[in-house]
């Protein structure tokens, strides 16, 4: 059974860089027919997607967070990451990575979820 | 990017109701939907694929259905457990994005 989890800095300062990873289990990320994405939900508020990676190390991103993302994969850990500078108290949000079925680009396995909160 | 508007944002209902939300996109998308049931302190969980495909798993008493910009979720028999949040998202084109979520809440 796949499961996906979270790990990383749940505390970063303004103006620092976030840095998650997401460590999958019961499956390799190289299966294919799936991408591997990252999604975040403020407090309160909706989600929105952040941007996913294939396991050949190809990405698309958010444009709305282009400037400041990268997304990378390992597939020797079987695991891939988020990376998030120029923090801001807007980035505060629970961040989580899921599996993406490509097709209907549904998103049918989540991981738990981390809450990063910006602060000095 | 496409905008996905859900209607109502909440709504009260009770055991046994039969609950519709709807999700409206602000083009064309086919039938790439999704639908999202999310509890609180929980990650979202895939319901629905494709505005029509149940996940295995779920049960039937959730129905999708639409094509184009107009889709609706249905809970044919609200139960216990189906208290929380709805979420659309659309599989069409990226960014993907998803509608602002309907709250069901018990009356």
């Known amino acids: 059974q796949l499961q996906l989890q979270e790990s990383g800095s749940g505390l970063v300062k303004p103006s620092q860089t976030l840095s998650l990873t997401c460590v999958v289990s019961g499956d390799s990320l190289t299966s294919t027919g799936y991408s591997w994405s990252w999604i975040r939900q403020p407090p309160g508020n909706g989600l929105e997607w952040i941007g996913y990676?294939?396991?050949?190390?190809?990405?698309n991103y958010n444009p709305s967070l282009k400037t400041r993302v990268t997304i990378s994969v390992d597939r020797t850990k079987n695991q891939f990451s988020l990376k998030l500078n120029s923090m801001t108290a807007a980035d505060t949000a629970v961040y989580y990575c899921?599996?993406?079925?490509?097709?209907?680009?549904?998103?049918?396995?989540w991981g738990q979820g981390t809450l990063v909160t910006v602060s000095s | 990017d496409i905008q996905m508007t859900q209607s109502p944002s909440s709504l009260s209902a009770s055991v046994g109701d039969r609950v519709s939300i709807t999700c409206r996109a602000s083009?064309?998308?086919?039938?790439?939907l999704n639908w999202y049931q999310q509890r609180p302190g929980s990650a979202p969980k895939l319901l629905i694929s494709s505005s029509s495909t149940l996940q295995s798993g779920v049960p039937s008493r959730f129905t999708g259905s639409g094509s184009g910009t107009d889709f609706t979720l249905t809970i044919s028999s609200l139960q216990p457990e189906d208290f929380g949040s709805y979420y659309c998202?659309?599989?069409?084109?990226?960014?993907?994005?998803f509608g602002q979520g309907t709250q069901v809440e018990m009356k």
């Open positions: 990676i294939y396991h050949t190390g190809s990405t």
């Open positions: 899921a599996r993406e079925v490509r097709g209907p680009d549904a998103f049918d396995i």
């Open positions: 083009q064309s998308i086919s039938t790439y």
């Open positions: 998202q659309q599989g069409s084109s990226t960014p993907w994005t």
